[in-house]
């Protein structure tokens, strides 16, 4: 065989050099909260096309406690964790240090590896890590995709953290102008979120691409409620059952909840469930316990491998984000609810991803945040049409298979990530 023969073959039977992407956030496996969990998805998601390298931190939410080697592996994706303080992410001052030293970290580690022609995929957490990671991948030649699951500074003005105009409002927007005009794509995670980044970005002539989260579908299947082991447990198979199960945080309207338990407690038919834990926790228990609410039960966090028991634990699925946060946020357990074959009730402003996702195949109701007449009179008609309850339920599951599945995701995310 001739050397230029052999040099063909040779270059047939080699497989093609796979494009190196750098996916930076500070939730990965083995986090197993929302941000951990979708972020770990698309690396692995994504490991047959792209050299996936991933730069974290040590696990500090669901999977606090672990301690993950420095330099790991996980289904085809390399794991670089960089040090950082993991203190009390709830004092607002320990908060600020863990995000000071994991950016800095992050940023260090970023300039070490990123690499000319590398791709580079961050995510919006902790929300200064944008800044610095793109501040990298420019300074080494790398192009980067910013995925936007909030918003800032819109979401610190609306939960009252900062003024509009204000300094530090000022200088976020400005960091985002800068931000959004030197990055390759913005990935956002609904389309109400799209229209407030289209105004941000105004004349930039940045591409803007929406991809939703997604459902579980392997792990998440509908069940009886009948057979449910926690209705067992806590005597209430025979109720009709609310279920709340998430982040209780922030921007979370809670309030409106516990005003409908508390104007419902006479109807013993009615039942509220609450799994999980954040800012509102102590709020509500306090709330709960003040008020007499018999007819709630607070289960505190569950782990996420029991979430097709909990989600199944209920007739219907509870949403709820406050008034404003319209394009800020998209609560990723929406999606989880669907794949438990349940209808949901959501507390959203009109128009929001959250109401479109239930408007536009029919699988449940949304009100105005803080409306409770409104939520007690959807919660008093749903548990009078059962059959409309069934399809609903039935349509719900399909929807999640439909348009929700993660290969959906995952495609999209590799369209947008193998573009120029």
């Given amino acids: ?22 996916l930076v956030c500070e939730l990965y496996y083995p986090e197993v909260n929302a941000t951990g969990h979708y972020i770990t998805q698309i690396g692995t998601g994504l490991a047959d096309e792209f050299d996936v390298n991933v730069i974290c931190g040590q696990p500090n939410y669901l999977s606090k406690g672990i301690r993950a080697p420095g330099r790991d592996s996980y289904k085809g994706t ?76 819109d979401i610190l003005v609306a939960l009252g953290k900062t003024a509009r105009g204000s300094l530090l409002h000022t200088t976020i927007e400005f960091l ?18 799209k229209d407030r980044v289209l105004k941000k970005s105004e004349g930039l002539d940045v591409p803007i691409e929406v991809i939703p989260n997604w459902s579980d579908l392997d792990a998440i299947d509908p069940e009886p409620k009948r057979s449910n082991r926690l209705l067992l447990e806590h005597g209430l198979e025979s109720k009709f059952v609310l279920m709340y199960a998430g982040n209780i945080g922030h921007p979370t309207d809670i309030r409106t909840i516990v005003e409908a338990a508390d104007d419902l407690k006479r109807n013993n038919s009615i039942h509220f469930v609450f799994v999980g834990s954040g800012a509102k926790k102590v709020w509500l228990e306090r709330e709960v316990r003040e008020r007499r609410l018999e007819n709630v039960t607070i289960l505190g966090q569950l782990p996420r491998d029991e979430q097709n028991t909990f989600l199944n634990a209920c007739d219907v699925g509870l949403v709820s984000l406050n008034a404003g946060m319209f394009g800020l946020a998209m609560p ?43 939520l007690v009179r959807m919660i008093e008609q ?16 399909k929807v999640a298979e439909d348009k929700y599945a993660p290969s959906t995701a995952i495609s999209k995310y590799a369209g947008v990530l193998g573009s120029r």
């Fill in 1 to 22: 065989m001739s050397d230029s023969k052999a040099l063909l073959k040779e270059a047939s039977e080699t497989p093609p050099i796979k494009p190196r992407l750098w």
């Fill in 78 to 153: 390399n794991i670089y964790r960089v040090w950082s303080t993991t203190l009390n992410k709830d004092i607002v001052l320990f908060r600020l240090v863990n995000m000071l030293t994991i950016g800095a970290s992050m940023f260090l580690t970023c300039l070490r590896h990123f690499r000319r022609g590398d791709k580079v995929l961050v995510v919006t957490a902790p929300p200064s890590l944008p800044y610095s990671t793109a501040l990298a991948a420019l300074a080494k030649g790398s192009s980067y995709v910013v995925l936007l699951h909030d918003l800032y500074p």
């Fill in 382 to 397: 749903a548990m009078s049409e059962p059959s409309r309850l069934d399809f609903m339920g039935i349509k719900a599951r």
């Fill in 176 to 193: 985002n102008r800068w931000l959004y005009k030197h990055a390759n794509r913005l990935i956002v995670v609904g389309r109400d979120m």
């Fill in 332 to 374: 990723s357990r929406t999606y989880n609810i669907l794949a438990a074959g349940k209808p949901i009730i959501a507390l959203t402003d009109a128009g929001s991803e959250l109401a479109q996702v239930i408007d536009e195949d029919e699988v449940g109701w949304h009100a105005p945040p803080g409306n409770r007449t409104s």
